[in-house]
């Protein structure tokens, strides 16, 4: 895949990868047989898995940032992309995700090799559709637990279309970092839904679903990324 390795992304098998992981830089690999990943941080606290959202692969302005603020936190963080993210970006031609069955498969593939790994505690976690994806996982596996930004709770403008009905079988502990004005889920919508005691939810201050907020609200975007990796890494500290 020419647009990875234009972006150094050293190819390398599974076997090898467990040998490559132990560094404070950030590494990127493209990986045989699951894809591109691109490796943040030093695992003290545990690692994470993270996925991006529909529109944009791991290498995005907010998955960067927010990778690099949880790695500065003592959380080791694996970013990947879905495979039609990867096509995407080969052909610089924008599509549509697949069924979240497909890239359900695709994250419980990377969780596997991941497990394999190492012996630390592995979360799973995305940004709105990758956390869904990662809730949806945790849902029919054990993991550590979820941390989801931005959780697409219904597509915009259609509240009654919820995707919470497998919150209650997630058994471990999960967090979303909701901006309070999210189309997909705002902290209005969000306070009569009934939810499971296992999840927790930190509200970021006037945020969208990118977590941008307006400017008379006295705070901007990179702030509020800020601000979710850090709860998000005492939240896993916490457990």
Not at 11 to 28: H, K, Y
Not at 59 to 77: P, T
Not at 165 to 188: A, K, N, T
């Amino acid at each position: 895949m020419s647009y990875y390795a234009d972006l150094g992304f050293e190819a390398i098998t599974p076997e090898a990868l467990r040998e490559r992981t132990a560094s404070p830089a950030v590494q990127r690999f493209l990986v045989e047989g699951v894809g591109p990943v691109s490796v943040s941080g030093i695992p003290e606290l545990g690692r994470i898995l993270l996925a991006h959202g529909a529109g944009a692969g791991h290498l995005s302005e907010f998955m960067r940032q927010f990778a690099a603020m949880l790695a500065s936190e003592r959380l080791q963080v694996w970013a990947i992309d879905f495979p039609y993210m990867q096509q995407m970006s080969e052909e610089a031609k924008r599509r549509p995700p697949p069924p979240v069955k497909k890239t359900l498969e695709h994250f419980a593939a990377w969780y596997d090799l991941l497990s394999s790994c190492s012996g630390s505690p592995l979360w799973v976690g995305g940004k709105s559709m990758g956390g869904r994806v990662a809730s949806l996982f945790a849902s029919q596996h054990r993991c550590a637990g979820v941390i989801a930004a931005g959780y697409p709770f219904h597509p915009p403008k259609k509240p009654d279309s919820l995707r919470t009905d497998h919150f209650p079988d997630i058994s471990m502990p999960m967090l979303i970092l909701q901006g309070e004005r999210d189309p997909f889920g705002s902290r209005e919508e969000v306070a009569d839904y009934a939810l499971p005691d296992s999840l927790h939810i930190h509200w970021l201050t006037d945020g969208d679903h990118d977590f941008k907020p307006r400017r008379s609200s006295g705070v901007n975007q990179q702030v509020l990324i800020d601000e979710a990796a850090i709860v998000a890494a005492s939240f896993v500290r916490a457990q």
